[in-house]
């Protein structure tokens, strides 16, 4: 196993007290405008290519970001590659010291799937793109953390992503079926996990702060009920911060038990259906900080 799923951290639960304290409380993610990203203005190291895709909803379109490393000239060369979700919000994470420090590893195809917008976040589209339909209907519903927004709709945004957005990429350029990377971040973390549970096209899985307290748990339930195939070698990397949101409230503590606990128990499901799964716990950072720290740790670090 690479260096980076070797990476782990060890805590100590602060009592256990904290153990009935939820993670459920998350901080809004700044709303402002982004800037030109790296695709706009130009790198010296990887190649862009802007697509967008229509969906079933007129208001919604999706914008996709393809990356290939300048240094990708070899057509018969299958290359690893990391699709990203919030692809808006990636793409400005991205500069050309993170590029330039990829082209010292066997350097990924960048795919970042976002929307139509100039802001970081889609909050109603990635509502119901990333999130699993209610168990007992199989339809999407309206999202019981947000109510004015819908949820539920992972299935057809799967199907967006490997009937449209995977093929167009791979016209482009060839991709190595083992190392093909699915990484999200809150809801973005429950598609990945619901398409562990799908099993097709991806074969490592990374959830960044999986929102598994959402709908009642609803994914881990799933996932405790999933039959993932163990034909072909499936690897998930969990990621999570170890303090709450509202750090310096006086209603809870600062230290995320329940989150923590959470990723526990489906590491510990994960690994009962075949799959190599990992936990990594970073210390100090909140729920939204965690989007960054995950994305570059995923990008900059050999698994691949």
């Given at each position: 196993m690479t260096h980076f799923y070797r990476k782990t951290f060890n805590i100590v639960l602060a009592s256990l007290s904290l153990l009935g304290f939820s993670s459920g409380l998350y901080a809004k993610p700044e709303m402002k405008p982004l800037a030109a990203n790296i695709a706009e203005v130009g790198s010296e190291y990887y190649n862009f290519k802007i697509k967008e895709f229509a969906s079933k909803d007129p208001q919604k379109t999706y914008r996709v970001w393809l990356g290939i490393p300048k240094t990708a000239q070899n057509e018969q060369k299958a290359y690893p590659s990391v699709f990203?979700?919030?692809?808006?919000?990636?793409?400005?994470?991205?500069?050309?010291?993170?590029?330039?420090?990829?082209?010292?590893?066997?350097?990924?195809?960048?795919?970042?799937?976002?929307?139509?917008?100039?802001?970081?976040?889609?909050?109603?589209?990635?509502?119901?793109?990333?999130?699993?339909?209610?168990?007992?209907?199989?339809?999407?519903?309206?999202?019981?953390?947000?109510?004015?927004?819908?949820?539920?709709?992972?299935?057809?945004?799967?199907?967006?992503?490997?009937?449209?957005?995977?093929?167009?990429?791979?016209?482009?350029?060839?991709?190595?079926?083992?190392?093909?990377?699915?990484?999200?971040?809150?809801?973005?973390?429950?598609?990945?996990?619901?398409?562990?549970?799908?099993?097709?096209?991806?074969?490592?899985?990374f959830a960044a702060s999986p929102s598994l307290s959402w709908?009642?748990?609803?994914?881990?339930?799933?996932?405790?009920?999933?039959?993932?195939?163990?034909?072909?070698?499936?690897?998930?990397?969990?990621?999570?911060?170890?303090?709450?949101a509202n750090v310096g409230s006086q209603q809870s503590p600062n230290f995320d038990a329940s989150g923590i606990n959470n990723n526990r128990e489906v590491l510990a499901i994960t690994k009962q259906h075949g799959v190599d799964a990992k936990f990594l716990i970073y210390p100090n950072l909140k729920h939204g900080e965690v989007f960054k720290a995950s994305l570059l740790d995923v990008l900059s670090n050999q698994w691949y």
């Open positions: 990203m979700l919030d692809g808006n919000s990636a793409m400005s994470h991205l500069n050309e010291d993170v590029l330039k420090s990829l082209l010292e590893n066997d350097a990924p195809i960048l795919v970042a799937i976002g929307y139509k917008t100039n802001l970081p976040f889609a909050t109603a589209f990635r509502s119901l793109d990333y999130t699993p339909a209610d168990l007992s209907t199989g339809k999407p519903a309206h999202d019981p953390r947000n109510p004015e927004r819908m949820s539920g709709g992972s299935a057809d945004f799967r199907n967006v992503i490997l009937s449209d957005i995977a093929p167009w990429v791979e016209q482009n350029v060839k991709l190595d079926a083992q190392k093909r990377a699915l990484w999200g971040h809150s809801y973005g973390g429950l598609f990945v996990l619901d398409s562990l549970i799908d099993g097709r096209y991806f074969s490592h899985f709908a009642d748990q609803r994914i881990m339930k799933k996932t405790k009920n999933a039959k993932i195939a163990q034909d072909s070698k499936k690897h998930l990397l969990l990621m999570e911060g170890d303090l709450l």
